[in-house]
């Protein structure tokens, strides 16, 4: 379906690239225990990571709402696009993975032309090549 992640270290060196060190960053997944190689690899960049684990997914979904500074978020997790849309984060930034994989279920490229003006400058998108493509 086109679900895929960056890899940890395109993740904390592209993905997260405009924040400085001690910077924090908190991580919701559904399965915590799959994301120490990510909090490593943000961690060798100065930033300050705490995992968001044993909540329930109504919990997540509030504690992402209640995010003020900024969300980064997967484009195609409806989950945290409503939560970038109906949250207080200032900046909200949704990514997409460009892959052999995505192009073979679609559109790589998740992308909304919001016409509120309030979403629009709010909310970008952004495109990552994963390492897969790259080595093509």
């Not at 060196?13 to 799959?34: N, Y």
């Not at 995010?67 to 200032?90: N, V, Y």
Request: aromatic residues 10%.
């Amino acid at each position: 379906m086109g679900f895929e992640e960056l890899s940890p270290n395109k993740t904390a060196s592209e993905l997260f690239s405009h924040l400085q060190a001690g910077d924090k960053v908190a991580i919701t997944s559904r399965m915590p225990e799959s994301v120490g190689e990510y909090v490593a690899a943000l961690e060798a960049r100065g930033l300050v990571v705490r995992v968001i684990k044993e909540q329930s997914q109504g919990a997540d979904f509030c504690f992402l709402l209640k995010a003020q500074k900024e969300l980064i978020a997967p484009a195609r997790s409806t989950f945290s696009s409503w939560a970038g849309m109906l949250g207080d984060a200032k900046k909200v930034t949704l990514y997409s993975v460009d892959s052999p994989h995505t192009r073979k279920s679609g559109d790589p490229f998740v992308n909304y032309n919001y016409t509120n003006e309030k979403l629009r400058s709010r909310i970008s998108f952004q495109l990552f090549m994963s390492e897969a493509s790259e080595r093509k």
